[in-house]
């Protein structure tokens, strides 16, 4: 508009000059150029007068009596061009999803991290994660069931059957990429309500969200929410139960029992509160690939209420990775009945394998969102004869030289092949979900 102004004003002091020199017509030295110069000038003026909107009917005057013509009326041929927003408000939504299963941390883990250690970082965990941290980091959001306490080293570093980890685990963890926690299931109470509070208070230092776990009723009725290209997504986390292990009479923290009316009105409050909702269920029975009918009914009631993923957790090992199809909406549901464990030291070839889902939320076309191109990535985990030596290998990076040397066939429950290790994901994962080289 500044720049306008300077234009106009110019433009009126030129055609100035061009009305005096007019106004001597009868001079001998007057050049009828001047006529086709003011004329242009008028006509320039003008139009820059209906293109900056200035108001309506003002005339610009100038020396000598001439007046611009009035500003016309804006008309659609030099009106501004508006950008209407697209009918499908999640047009432009494409939002990446990754989810591992348990992270379950026994002695031979933390040692192994305190051996990679140095005198600047005692515990060092990255080494365990490297070969996946990049599918892990390319997500835009990055689940994990963080199976064991993070209490502090005041609690006792611990495995089974009641487990606390070193709090360097979870600062590693967010390292690798992981920005969504859970920790919804039957360890979260292995120290103890002080070493659950204590778990909480450093879970709340860390840039995540956490899951399934809640200082009070109010803290526990504040749907967790992640939001990216417009779209808000809810994260909702139940445990079946937690090893007998309870709160202490009057304790305000609350664990997220798995419960049909607590679910029930979690889901009717994400429907108010976000787009799109992810469940997080430990459940189940373990060291088994089959789930139980408890399991089936909780996920069909889940999907009929409007939850659109779940993600199941708890048996230690790969569970079915199906579609549920909801009795109310119609839509699909993308449900994985458990991920299997991510990394642990327990003993049998089954316990070894899980895997890296990945999937997009993008629109739908009709004003929603639904889930796309779902991937299920095979993992092996591995250790050496000595328990040591820990890594999460991609399966297709698990060959026979790495299978001859794992741990797992000195546990005394047999050994774990490429092959076999791919037969424990065929069992359970169609084909349509696996990478390429499984199909």
């Excluded at 005339?59 to 009918?87: C, I, Q």
């Excluded at 502090?152 to 992981?178: H, K, T």
């Excluded at 698990?398 to 005394?412: R, S």
Aim: charged letters at 15%; hydrophobic letters at 40%.
């Amino acid at each position: 508009m500044k720049r306008f102004a300077g234009f106009a004003l110019c433009a009126a002091l030129l055609l100035s000059s061009c009305v005096d020199m007019r106004s001597s017509t009868t001079s001998p030295d007057y050049d009828s150029s001047v006529d086709v110069l003011r004329d242009t000038l008028y006509s320039g003026i003008a139009s820059a007068v209906g293109e900056n909107g200035l108001p309506e009917g003002a005339s610009l005057f100038v020396r000598g009596g001439d007046a611009l013509p009035p500003m016309a009326a804006e008309t659609e041929e030099n009106a501004l061009s508006t950008v209407e927003a697209p009918a499908d408000r999640f047009a432009f939504t494409d939002i990446s999803f990754a989810a591992v299963g348990d992270n379950l941390i026994h002695p031979n883990l933390y040692t192994d991290a305190y051996n990679r250690g140095n005198a600047d970082k005692r515990y060092d965990f990255l080494p365990l994660y490297s070969h996946i941290a990049p599918m892990i980091a390319e997500a835009d959001f990055a689940y994990i069931n963080q199976e064991t306490p993070m209490a502090g080293e005041a609690y006792g570093y611990s495995g089974w059957p009641n487990f606390n980890s070193p709090q360097q685990l979870g600062v590693d963890l967010c390292e690798v990429g992981f920005d969504i926690v859970n920790i919804a299931n039957n360890h979260m109470l292995d120290k103890g309500a002080g070493g659950y509070a204590s778990t909480l208070d450093f879970w709340h230092t860390q840039p995540v969200t956490l899951i399934g776990g809640y200082y009070n009723a109010e803290d526990a009725a504040s749907i967790r929410t992640v939001e990216k290209d417009g779209a808000v997504i809810a994260l909702l986390a139940y445990t079946y139960g937690t090893n007998s292990i309870s709160l202490p009479w009057g304790s305000e923290m609350v664990v997220p029992y798995i419960a049909d009316e607590l679910i029930l009105s979690d889901l009717a409050k994400a429907e108010e509160a976000a787009d799109f909702t992810i469940v997080s269920i430990h459940w189940g029975n373990e060291t088994t690939q089959t789930p139980t009918d408890e399991q089936k009914r909780l996920a069909q009631l889940i999907a009929d209420h409007g939850g659109d993923v779940i993600l199941g957790t708890h048996s230690h090992t790969l569970q079915p990775l199906t579609w549920l199809k909801s009795q109310t909406t119609g839509k699909e549901v993308l449900c994985i009945y458990s991920l299997g464990n991510f990394a642990s030291g327990q003993a049998r070839p089954v316990n070894m394998v899980g895997g890296i889902l990945t999937f997009d939320i993008k629109g739908d076309g009709d004003n929603g969102l639904c889930v796309k191109n779902v991937l299920f990535t095979p993992t092996v985990n591995y250790y050496g004869g000595d328990w040591y030596s820990t890594k999460i290998y991609p399966l297709s990076e698990y060959t026979a030289e790495i299978a001859a040397t794992h741990g797992v066939q000195w546990q005394g429950y047999g050994s774990l092949s490429p092959e076999g290790a791919a037969e424990f994901v065929t069992n359970v994962i169609p084909t349509e979900f696996l990478p390429d080289y499984m199909k």
